[in-house]
């Protein structure tokens, strides 16, 4: 059983940082690419930002130059430092990774999300 379990949210001040954290568990052969989605209410869940295994990464025009998204591929763990918050990035923030599990012979690769994590910003 696959898992993936994000934590770091949490309520804080316009202007200040926090960084979430993703890791990922269970019967996994590779893990390819990795992501952060946000859903803010009454909004259409949307990307933040993408990282494939190689390191090269893709964000929302909104939070390019404030947010950094990292992973280390053998923790198996994805995360989202985000710097000079406001409130229009609060939200409920979802990892989000394409993994691989089975056997070698017959990998099975699906798409995995968390739980969520909230994230409010107060101005």
Not at 78 to 90: F, G, H, K, P, R
Not at 93 to 106: D, H, L, V
Request: with cysteine; glycine share 12%.
């Amino acid at each position: 059983q696959v898992q993936l379990v994000e934590s770091g949210g949490g309520l804080v001040q316009a202007g200040e940082s926090l960084r979430l954290s993703c890791a990922a568990s269970g019967s996994i052969l590779w893990i390819s690419a990795m992501g952060w989605y946000r859903q803010a209410p009454g909004k259409q869940r949307e990307l933040v930002a993408t990282i494939t295994s190689g390191g090269s990464t893709n964000y929302a025009d909104s939070v390019k130059g404030r947010f950094t998204i990292s992973r280390d591929n053998g923790k198996k763990s994805v995360y989202l430092q985000m710097n000079s918050l406001n409130a229009e990035d609060t939200a409920v923030y979802y990892c989000n990774a394409f993994i691989a599990s089975g056997s070698y012979s017959r990998p099975i690769g699906q798409d995995y999300w968390g739980q969520g994590t909230q994230v409010t910003v107060s101005s």
